[in-house]
């Protein structure tokens, strides 16, 4: 789903770092599939110092944090996806930072045209983010 938004948002994705807050893969065993589990607070934590290290690295212009428990684990529990996606918010992260659902939350939408709903949604907040990072350099 990322790769589909990042093409439709005319975003190379050779031009981004891609990155998880949690570095490890916690889920509950269903037969053979493996269902996801959000990390417990401690594991963001634990985790925390990896990411920091990655960013000091990278040094990002700007930061899209995707889904609840990135924006949450970065920007506090305050945070809302559908309240503050696509807005620049206040971090030290990056010079700019927004919020966006998972890219996988479109495959759980309901129905097809939520799903589309969704999808568009993600392509307008990539959007969003590369206008404002243009804007802030021109």
């Keep these: 789903m990322l790769d589909l938004a990042l093409e439709r948002a005319e975003i190379p994705r050779e031009s ?37 290290a990655e960013l000091a690295v990278v040094k990002p212009d700007g930061v899209l944090l995707l889904g609840a428990t990135a924006a949450q684990a970065i920007l506090g529990a305050q945070v809302r996806i559908k309240r503050d996606r ?32 969704a999808f568009n949604e993600l392509v307008r907040d990539l959007v969003s983010l590369t206008e ?6 021109s």
């Design 16 to 52: 981004i770092y891609l990155t998880n807050v949690v570095k490890h893969f916690r889920y509950r065993a269903r037969g053979k599939r493996r269902i996801h589990q959000r990390p417990d607070r401690w594991q963001i934590r634990a985790c925390l110092p990896w990411l920091q």
């Design 132 to 137: 404002a990072l243009a804007h802030r350099s």
């Design 86 to 117: 696509g807005k620049p918010l206040q971090s030290e992260l990056a010079p700019l930072v927004m919020v966006t659902a998972h890219p996988s939350s479109v495959l759980r939408a309901s129905d097809a045209a939520d799903r589309q709903t």
